[in-house]
T-cell receptor
Framework: DTGVSQDPRHKITKRGQNVTFRCDPI?????LYWYRQTLGQGPEFLTY????????KSRLLSDRFSAERPKGSFSTLEIQRTEQGDSAMYLC????????????????FGPGTRLTVT | RKEVEQDPGPFNVPEGATVAFNCTYS??????FFWYRQDCRKEPKLLMS???SGNEDGRFTAQLNRASQYISLLIRDSKLSDSATYLC??????????FGAGTRLFVKA
């Protein structure tokens, strides 16, 4: 399967603990995105990488959140001192850079990591 | 006002019906538009891109009206398998991607 993969698929943690999620994008995609989705809402943008560079972070991404993509391949999203309000589905997506092989911004999503903070 | 707004739904339609979803966006500089489909507790999957000239893929037709900042999706001859949430997605220049809240569709036998 050459799609976007995420690990773990589910995570239950106690409030105050740190958690880390991993995303492996489609191999030829140089853009990688993180989103958060809660019930009844569409995905909300968190942050975005072009290769290894983190180019933008949403206001939603508090200082407890950090993301890395050290070699321009897989990415990790860490949440420190988790709060109950962090409970959500965390989605990763990847895409090619527009204007290279493809002229549009279609993003392909992984299955997500469902976080429950108790 | 939300940057991308969709019909709140849900839409309940019988098999074979035609159903239309509407979406408006506030950023006139938006450049790319898409419809995604999301099944319950699954990730969003690209349904189709939306082009200025309008485009069709089988039973699905997407339209874009830049002047009115409006996107639509028409589903003809609805199938039970079309039951899902349909997400309107708008990209501005660069990377910024905004999803609508989604419109839920239930197709009943």
């Amino acid at each position: 399967d050459t799609g976007v993969s995420q690990d773990p698929r589910h995570k239950i943690t106690k409030r105050g603990q740190n958690v880390t999620f991993r995303c492996d994008p489609i191999s030829e995609h140089n853009r990688l995105y993180w989103y958060r989705q809660t019930l009844g809402q569409g995905p909300e943008f968190l942050t975005y990488f072009q290769n290894e560079a983190q180019l933008e972070k949403s206001r939603l991404l508090s200082d407890r959140f950090s993301a890395e993509r050290p070699k321009g391949s897989f990415s990790t999203l860490e949440i420190q001192r988790t709060e109950q309000g962090d409970s959500a589905m965390y989605l990763c997506a990847s895409s090619l850079t527009p204007g290279l092989l493809r002229g549009s911004y279609e993003q392909y999503f992984g299955p997500g990591t469902r976080l429950t903070v108790t | 006002r939300k940057e991308v707004e969709q019909d709140p739904g849900p839409f309940n339609v019988p098999e074979g019906a035609t159903v239309a979803f509407n979406c408006t966006y506030s950023n006139s500089a938006s450049q790319s538009f898409f419809w995604y489909r999301q099944d319950c507790r699954k990730e969003p999957k690209l349904l189709m891109s939306v082009y200025s000239s309008g485009n069709e893929d089988g039973r699905f037709t997407a339209q874009l009206n830049r002047a009115s900042q409006y996107i639509s999706l028409l589903i003809r001859d609805s199938k039970l398998s079309d039951s899902a949430t349909y997400l309107c997605v708008v990209n501005s220049k660069g990377f910024k991607t905004i999803f609508g809240a989604g419109t839920r569709l239930f197709v009943k036998a």
